[in-house]
Each structure stands twice: as structure tokens, then as C-alpha cells.
């Protein structure tokens, strides 16, 4: 499990001018709402390793909560992190989360002229606390032909892990870059020409 030291906060404290993101903490086991502030530092090299469906132990004044990353919120000028959400969860009770899903390997159909497409970028799942995968590789070697696809239904974590995404949803295919066909050009006549094809077919007035 990951790890992570806190400190207590002041409702109207600010402190993100000394290097500090403000959080709070609250779950099922805990009576009342805690307010938290963490260094910066510390909370996005955590972040970078367990990210949101990994349980974080964090400590606070000697006391160690297991918590995922329910929600947080950046600045929307730098995108630093300015609020963290922590759940702490009933350990023996399931969880819905997010998880990415990150595409390895060489699709082989992409040398047939085609591209990949990354269809689904997250699932849905439900498992207890400590069950809920990091993230989600998924092989794209088997897509040999623009017929093939990779769908939800292809993953399998056992018992531990429900997926509640639906299973037909494709997660990964290679679709056929079609060459684009130029249109054949009209040839016109120059302005010369016309006019002295009117000046030929014109005729005599009649006496």
C-alpha cells in the first residue's frame, strides 16, 4: 500500500502560497469531515504511482487511514492540483471506480494502411478496496485485419473484480485509412476562345 503523511488544516487556512494542497477526508468509519493539507510534492509522486484506484495509507498525527482519490481539482491556469477528495472506505465492502486503460504491443493491421483507434479509455468496476486494479493493459497484437476489434468482454479478472461496463463495447480497433480520390479536372475553353467561336456561328443578317 501506498503511503502518505497529512496535516491538520484550519477551515480558512490558505495554503497553497507554502507549497501545501488542501484536502479533506471522510468515509463511512469517520464521524466527522477532516480537514487536511498535504505538500505538493509528496502528494503527486504518490498520485503518479497509485492513482485513483490504489488505497493510499495516509497518516495524520500518528493515525493511518487506507483512502483512494475519490475526486480533486487543478487550477485551471497551471493545472497544478489545488483540493484533494479522500475516501476512506469500509475495507470489506465493494467500490465502483474508474480505471485507465492503457493499449501495448503492435497492431499488425496498422501496417495494412489503417489507424488505431482507442476506443474505451476507461471501465467501470466494482471489487473491494484492496482489489481494484491499478490500470488496465490491453494487448493490441491480435488485431491482425481491419475486422478485428477488442471488447470489453476480453478482459478477465477473475472473481475478485466485476466489470459493469457492457461487454460489447469495443475497446480497440485499427480502422482502413481510404486514399483520397482527386477529382478529375473540367477543362474550359479560354475567353479568347469562346468569343471567337460565337464571332464564327453568327449569322449574316438578312437582307
Do not use: C, W
Not at 501545501?20 to 504518490?46: R, V
Not at 483507434?117 to 468496476?125: E, Q, T
Amino acid at each position: 500500500m501506498y503511503s502518505l503523511k497529512a496535516e491538520l488544516r484550519e477551515k480558512k487556512e490558505k495554503v497553497s502560497d507554502a507549497g501545501y494542497i488542501s484536502a479533506i477526508l471522510y468515509g463511512p468509519e469517520i464521524k466527522e469531515n477532516i480537514l487536511l493539507k498535504i505538500k505538493e510534492s509528496d502528494f503527486k509522486k504518490t498520485y503518479r504511482e497509485a492513482g485513483e484506484t490504489s488505497l493510499i495509507e495516509i497518516e495524520i498525527n500518528n493515525t493511518k487511514y487506507p483512502v483512494l482519490v475519490f475526486d480533486y481539482q487543478n487550477d485551471p491556469m497551471s493545472g497544478n492540483f489545488i483540493h484533494i477528495d479522500f475516501y476512506s472506505p469500509n475495507l470489506k465492502e465493494e467500490v465502483e471506480a474508474e480505471v485507465p486503460v492503457e493499449l501495448k504491443g503492435i497492431a499488425p493491421a496498422v501496417a495494412l494502411g489503417g489507424t488505431l483507434n482507442h476506443n474505451l479509455k476507461i471501465l467501470h468496476v466494482k471489487a473491494l478496496p484492496n482489489e481494484l486494479p491499478h490500470k488496465i493493459e490491453v494487448d493490441v497484437s491480435s488485431l491482425v485485419t481491419f475486422a478485428d476489434v477488442i471488447k470489453v468482454s476480453s478482459i478477465d479478472f477473475g472473481s475478485k473484480v466485476k466489470i459493469i461496463t457492457n461487454k460489447d463495447e469495443v475497446i480497440a480497433s485499427v480502422v482502413e485509412v481510404k486514399a483520397q480520390v482527386e477529382e478529375p479536372k473540367v477543362e474550359t475553353s479560354a475567353p479568347e476562345t469562346i468569343a471567337n467561336d460565337k464571332e464564327e456561328t453568327k449569322e449574316e443578317p438578312k437582307k
